[in-house]
């Protein structure tokens, strides 16, 4: 009687463990087929001009989100090209340069703790000190000068980027076969020949998968650049204006929407946010992968 | 030697010397943002941390003082939740993805879980929304709390996987052999030997949910009054910060860096604890 329990408290602890597997795998299927249906509403009153539309009117039941896509792109692209040469750097300093010993640790873990603040402090943080040394900035060029916009939020963006990409350009860098770079150097090259001529062009790939992954957490972040973007749904006239992002619109208006059109265009928005995350993270994983093997 | 050559090589030495010191200085000035950060969190927050903001609750605006302890009652509640539904569900798709290594079924697990990792948390909100708050009628603490699971999972199934496949497979076959199940061998052997990096794992988690508002925004929601319910909308510590952040009222702003410095010491001390896990309890054979 007692094996007989242990037989089937087995079969129930395998079965369980596969099922558990198997249900993670396909929550990501589950994800994009209840974002589907309860957008189709918003899908099928807004059609394809959707993306491309340009005023966002909720009062009048016209939506485009073309405003959002602008600035979600700006704000991304701004603050991975701002945070690229810190990651760069740092990843060199802690991959290649030094490696190993305590002091690198340190400052590993010093970069790591960039990680530990949250997203929503970063806003509030951002709005105190980025904001206001913005609005002088913006002074100084004559041009109106609420502080708040696509460039705060791409500064406050791309140093909560640093860890990210700054962790993952590391492992791709020091991955590099021994045998590359000592062959390098032998041959008489400098450290900083052996870095650009060696390291970087071997590694591109993952270090280029490394940016995309980046990007996609840009791309989603919410909090922060909600609080410092200015929420403002026209198109952006320089990389100073206030605008929207993707996720910030969602994180505003979501709670406040009235009516089934409005609601599920939002959760079409966060449909395309979605499908665009997971293709960037599919992507830049295969990459990561195939380079690490 | 010509001279050109010299010159040349001099200038290599150079050009190495200003990479060098370029490499140098973009490190130092990410490290001197750090401390700018904290030093500025702390030094505005500080001040604020008072009996009041831990005692009490929201006051109506205008009234000065008043805390956050629904917030903090609240934060603890959802992730207390979400960790008790996270850990042994990702405890167990860590275990399957260690014990099918190398098959193409636990391949695509781990990538999928990779990929989970990377969606937007406010889209994890929405589709726990639809899922819950819609169906139901109103926000919830549990809403929340299945959301934030969701985004614990990659760390925690990541860290058990990790932990398990540095056990000695001798060590299992040992246990097998005496005649013991797969599931008694799983649970007084393997997991007892990598208890320190599942903990950490966990910890990991819980580290990442803590500081998390997008997927509770349309979820817990937020609610002004202390509740110990798991039905009702909570308020959370980064929700707070969030609401008092955008207001404009000086005494809100306070409160909000009396918030921000407690949940920042919070997941300090929790990257401590994993520091300190995964130097001391690392599994070693």
Redesign the interface.
């Known amino acids: 009687m007692k094996n007989r329990w ?2 089937l ?2 079969k129930i ?2 079965r ?3 099922i ?3 249900t ?5 299927l589950i ?1 994009f087929i ?2 589907l249906i ?1 957008s189709w509403p918003g899908i099928k009153a807004n059609g394809f001009g959707f993306l491309w539309g340009k005023t966002w009117d909720p009062v009048a039941n016209h939506f485009g989100m073309f405003p959002f896509l602008i600035g979600t792109l700006i704000t991304s692209f701004l603050s991975l090209l701002i945070s690229a ?2 990651s760069i ?2 990843a ?3 991959g290649e ?1 030094y490696p190993k010993g305590l002091i690198p640790n340190i ?1 590993r ?6 990680a ?10 951002g ?3 980025v904001a206001p040394l913005v609005s002088k900035l913006e002074m100084k060029m004559h041009m109106p000068a609420p502080g708040v916009g696509i460039f705060t939020a791409s500064i406050v963006l791309s ?1 909560m980027l ?1 860890p990210y990409s ?1 962790s993952l350009i590391r492992q791709v860098i020091s991955m590099t076969p021994v045998a590359l770079k000592e062959a390098a150097y032998a041959l008489g090259s ?4 052996v ?2 001529k060696v390291i970087i062009p071997s590694n591109i790939s993952g270090i280029s998968a490394g940016f995309l ?1 980046s990007l ?2 840009a ?5 922060a650049v909600t ?1 410092l973007i200015g929420n403002s749904p026209e198109l952006p006239h320089n990389i100073f204006s206030p605008s929207y992002t993707m ?1 910030s619109v ?2 505003n208006e ?2 406040e929407a009235v009516g089934d059109v409005y609601l599920s265009t ?2 079409e928005v ?1 449909l395309l ?2 499908v665009v ?2 293709i ?3 992507i ?3 990459i990561i ?1 195939k380079v690490s093997y | 030697m010509t001279p050109y050559e010299i010159r040349g090589l001099q200038g ?2 150079i ?2 010397k ?3 010191s ?6 130092f ?3 001197a ?3 700018i ?2 030093f ?2 702390f030094k ?1 927050g500080i001040p604020s941390l008072n009996w009041a903001l831990f005692s009490q609750g929201p006051k109506p605006v205008g009234e000065s003082g008043g805390g956050i302890l629904n917030a903090i009652v609240g934060s603890l509640i959802v992730v207390v939740i979400a960790a008790i539904i996270a850990i042994p ?1 990702g405890v ?2 860590g ?3 260690a ?1 099918n290594r190398g098959r193409k ?2 391949d ?2 781990a ?14 909100g ?2 726990i ?3 819950i708050v819609k169906p139901t009628g109103k926000f919830s603490a549990y809403s929340g709390s299945i959301a934030l699971a ?1 985004m614990m ?1 990659p760390p925690i ?1 990541k860290n058990t996987e990790e932990t398990l496949i540095l056990i000695p497979t001798t060590l299992k076959e040992a246990s097998l052999a005496l005649g013991a ?4 061998t ?1 649970m007084k052997i393997l997991l007892p030997a990598g208890i320190g990096g599942i903990f950490s794992g966990c910890i990991i988690g819980i ?1 990442r949910i ?5 997927p509770l ?2 979820t817990a ?1 937020g609610n002004p009054q202390l509740t110990g319910s798991i039905f009702k909308p909570v308020d959370t510590i ?1 929700k707070v ?2 609401t008092y ?2 207001s404009p009222y000086d005494d809100w702003h306070r409160i ?2 009396g918030g ?1 410095v407690i ?2 010491s919070f ?2 001390v929790l ?1 401590t604890i994993i ?1 300190i896990f995964e130097s001391r309890w690392k599994v070693q054979f």
């Open positions: 242990r037989v408290e087995n602890f395998v369980w463990l596969s558990a597997a198997i993670t795998m396909v929550l990501l994800f209840t974002l309860s040469p810190f750097a740092a060199l300093f802690l340069f400052f873990n010093v970069i790591e703790l960039l530990a603040i949250p997203s929503v402090v970063y806003g509030f943080w709005l105190y000190t140093i640093i700054v400098t450290r900083a020949e870095i650009t992954l996609g957490r791309l989603g972040e919410t909090m609080i996720a969602i994180a979501f709670t939002l959760i966060g946010l979605f995350t997971t960037i993270n599919l830049g994983r295969l992968k | 290599r030495r050009k190495d200003i990479f060098t370029v490499v140098w200085g973009l490190t000035s990410c490290l943002v750090v401390f950060i904290l500025y969190i505005m569900v167990s798709v275990i399957f993805l014990e079924l636990a695509r697990v990538l999928a879980i990779d990929v989970l990792q990377g969606i937007p948390s406010i889209v994890i929405i589709v929304y639809v899922w969701i999972l199934i199940s797969y599931f008694r799983t580290a803590a500081g998390e508002v997008a925004l349309f929601f980064p910060i969030f952040a955008s909000a860096w921000s949940l920042v997941i300090i990257n520091k």
